[in-house]
Nanobody
Framework: QVQLVESGGGLVQAGGSLRLSCAAS????????MAWHRQGRGKERELVAY???????NYADSVKGRFTISRDNAENTVYLQMNSLKPEDTAVYYC?????????WGQGTQVTVSS
């Protein structure tokens, strides 16, 4: 098991930027997949971006070119840099890990983008 704690959410105007952090309770060096998901009000949870232990990344079409996921194995932390934010990016953002058949979720951090 790994505990994941998100931070960095908040209120920002459209066009602004935020950086989310996900701190893990243990080394993430061997964790296969670290990802960010989000869930808007009344919507299903969706994958935003993921990064693998091999360094591969992938993004939802809606955030490509605006969001960047990165992992700092030394700090056991995964980041999501969000630029050019839009009101439709408003959601609770969740950190996720998958390793050895075990999946873990963080408690989420609220991101609100005002128009």
């Amino acid at each position: 098991q790994v505990q994941l704690v998100e931070s960095g959410g908040g209120l920002v105007q459209a066009g602004g930027s935020l950086r989310l952090s996900c701190a893990a309770s243990r080394s993430i060096l061997s964790i296969n997949v670290m990802a960010w998901h989000r869930q808007g009000r009344g919507k299903e949870r969706e994958l935003v971006a993921y990064t693998t232990s091999g360094g591969r990344t992938n993004y939802a079409d809606s955030v490509k070119g605006r969001f960047t996921i990165s992992r700092d194995n030394a700090e056991n932390t995964v980041y999501l840099q969000m630029n050019s934010l839009k009101p439709e990016d408003t959601a609770v953002y969740y950190c996720f890990s998958s390793w050895g058949g075990v999946q873990n979720w963080g408690q989420g951090t609220q991101v609100t983008v005002s128009s």
